[in-house]
């Protein structure tokens, strides 16, 4: 259900504007928030991308150790070009400043972060103060969130902090509870900034415990480092309207909710928009019934304020992890009666797509809500149904069942469908059983938090997606054996103890006897929709296991593009192409967007977990990722920031 609030009658005031505005906002702030990894360059082209080659290799230092334990660390940063410095972020929050034709490093900042379990930056923020004068120290700001959730200020050109802001540049965030552990909450993704205001999300540590930390999202003044703002997915307040959705008095007792991924920013509407996710815990829900608002939801905020304008939740009483994992995508989106509306694009780890006025939070293809399975476990109460977009593809299979099985070999297919037929099984919304239920999409989805991209000439998305089933299990408490540690991967057993929770809960991957998916590839997918069209233009395997093999039959006898679950996203540009790396085969690779066929590929130290972007720099455009693979995927791993450009 919408839930427009009485704010947005103002909000038709700014809609012309919006639209005339939105190449002039996306030039005044930085690009990252919109969403659409969009580069407008077309030096490289499908004409002459085959003569792409490396122009530079750059090694933060921090390559991670070989034997990982009681931690995820990737490099999943987005570099960005400020003040003429190609700005990267590492796994610890060190900023970098290289020389953008170059790769040589030209200054470096390190916050002294205290090291956490989650080492990972998903990027910084930049902000320009109109109100200083040109060539004032800390005129050209840069925002970066910490692992002890603190804020810190950056002059964009020097790197040294901001004086004014906070406390000697830095603001230190306040957490509505003390830690169980060091980074239980932490900044891990971009602040965002709304004209003068930078608003802050947080990565609350996922199944830790029931009263969990709030999620709640910080907004700061932008030159002093004041509190302007804070809002909480999860509602406190009676009189707040989304309270009527949870049971009585079980709101107080949960925390979490919290925007993980990149929020998006609508300058001229004065908007931000958060992709919520769900409440403590992830996967059991009989202590805080009913839908949770707002929670699994996209918010949107008025930036100068923080009060609600309006909101959509995807997931009611999420028990699937189900979060809204990544940054909306913000694009101008032509109608059938010929309007071009502002638009939200939302993808989720279900697969489903969803699009709405982002003025007014009016859904721009039919919602319908439909039945979906309910639990079995005591105390549970699943939602009775879940929004469906009407007329919208789906970019993730919506079911699975033991007639779904594969394998390489017929004893291989055979042994699958006896693991499966011994789970619950079902459509998307199956919930998570005693006996064991089989996810699918699985609960890391679908896709992630590296989202789609956008282009605005054919009105193409393009969206990577993991295809792999998960098993969650729900294990009381008294039969539960947990170790001293947890190791993170995504190729094994994972326990998690939710203290406070009458169920300990695991999550596996549905693999055979020969560690392969029981699940028919491609086991990770790259698909292209025609958002005015509403259809899928094509879809193509993601990765190749060929590396992964014992053996290599010839490939006349065997196609190893069978897909590798990954993370990161993609980026269009305006020559055609689409360059996306997420793949356990450590290859950067550039789509034609119009077909699909892959027309180039690079071989990277290790996975390029991220998202590349592209610029221009002494009349010639580059391409960048980088490449630092990814721990809970026992992938190769680097601490390499890789820049390709066309060989003269």
């Not at 502002?342 to 982002?358: D, S, W």
């Not at 609960?443 to 991209?453: L, S």
């Not at 103890?497 to 055979?512: C, D, F, I, K, Q």
Request: hydrophobic share 40%.
């Amino acid at each position: 259900m919408n839930i427009l609030s009485p704010m947005c009658r103002r909000c038709g005031l700014f809609l012309l504007l919006a639209v005339l505005s939105l190449a002039a906002g996306a030039a005044d702030t930085d690009t990252h928030q919109l969403g659409t990894k969009y580069s407008p360059l077309a030096q490289i082209n499908t004409q002459n991308v085959a003569r792409l080659q490396k122009a530079w290799e750059f090694h933060t230092g921090e390559a991670p150790p070989k034997d990982v334990k009681d931690a995820l660390i990737a490099f999943e940063d987005q570099p960005s070009l400020i003040e003429g410095n190609l700005v990267v972020c590492t796994t610890s929050r060190r900023l970098i400043a290289l020389d953008p034709q170059t790769g040589k490093q030209r200054w470096v900042f390190d916050p002294k972060s205290q090291k956490v379990g989650m080492q990972k930056c998903r990027g910084i923020t930049h902000w320009q103060d109109r109100r200083a004068e040109a060539g004032a120290a800390c005129a050209s700001r840069i925002f970066l969130g910490t692992t002890d959730y603190s804020l810190i200020a950056l002059d964009a050109r020097t790197g040294r902090r901001c004086e004014g802001f906070g406390e000697q540049g830095v603001v230190k965030m306040q957490m509505d509870k003390p830690e169980l552990f060091r980074g239980e909450v932490v900044a891990a993704s971009n602040p965002a900034v709304v004209g003068d205001v930078v608003v802050v999300g947080s990565a609350v540590a996922d199944n830790q415990r029931v009263a969990a930390p709030s999620g709640r999202v910080q907004a700061f003044d932008a030159r002093s480092g004041a509190l302007r703002w804070r809002f909480d997915p999860v509602p406190r307040e009676a009189s707040d309207p989304a309270s009527g959705s949870w049971a009585p008095g079980s709101a107080a007792q949960h925390g979490a909710g919290n925007v993980w991924s990149s929020m998006a920013v609508d300058q001229a509407l004065d908007m931000v928009y958060l992709p919520t996710t769900s409440p403590s815990g992830d996967f059991y829900g009989g202590d805080r019934l009913g839908d949770n608002r707002y929670t699994s939801s996209i918010v949107a905020l008025q930036g100068s304020t923080g009060k609600v304008v309006w909101h959509f939740q995807f997931v009611h009483h999420n028990i699937f992890d189900y979060d809204t994992p990544s940054e909306p995508l913000l694009i101008d989106l032509p109608q059938p009666d010929g309007r071009v509306v502002p638009a939200l694009v939302q993808n989720n780890k279900t697969g489903l797509i969803f699009m709405f006025n982002r003025a007014t939070g009016e859904p721009l293809q039919p919602i319908a809500e439909r039945s979906v399975p309910q639990s079995t476990m005591s105390g549970e109460k699943a939602a009775p149904t879940q929004p469906f977009p009407v007329g919208m593809p789906t970019l993730t299979p919506q079911s699975f069942s033991p007639e779904d099985v594969w394998g390489f070999t017929p004893i291989d297919k055979w042994l699958c469908k006896r693991k499966a037929q011994g789970y619950r099984y079902g459509t998307i919304f199956t919930p998570p059983s005693e006996q064991g239920t089989i996810f699918s999409p699985s609960v890391g989805g679908g896709p992630n938090w590296g989202g789609g991209a956008y282009d605005p000439a054919s009105h193409i998305m393009v969206v990577p997606s993991n295809r792999v089933p998960t098993i969650v299990t729900l294990i009381p408490r008294a039969k539960a054996k947990l170790g001293a540690s947890q190791a993170i991967e995504s190729g094994g057993a994972m326990n998690f103890a939710v203290a406070g929770a009458p169920y300990v809960t695991r999550v596996e991957p549905l693999l055979s006897v020969l560690g392969a998916p029981c699940s028919a590839p491609p086991w990770a997918a790259l698909t292209a929709v025609d958002l005015v069209k509403r259809k899928i233009v094509w879809e193509v395997p993601l990765g190749s296991i060929e590396a992964m093999m014992p053996m290599k039959p010839p490939k006349s006898l065997f196609d190893a593009n069978l897909g590798t679950p990954g993370a990161g996203g993609p980026l269009l540009t305006a020559g055609g192409l689409v360059f996306i790396g997420y793949t356990l085969d450590n290859q950067l690779r550039a789509f034609d967007l119009k077909t699909g066929k892959v027309l180039w590929q690079s071989e990277l130290p290790a996975a390029g977990t991220a998202v590349p972007v592209s610029y221009e720099a002494g009349g010639e455009q580059y391409v960048v990722i980088t490449a630092g693979g990814h721990t809970m995927y026992r992938s190769k791993t680097s601490d390499a920031v890789v820049a390709y450009k066309l060989k003269r």
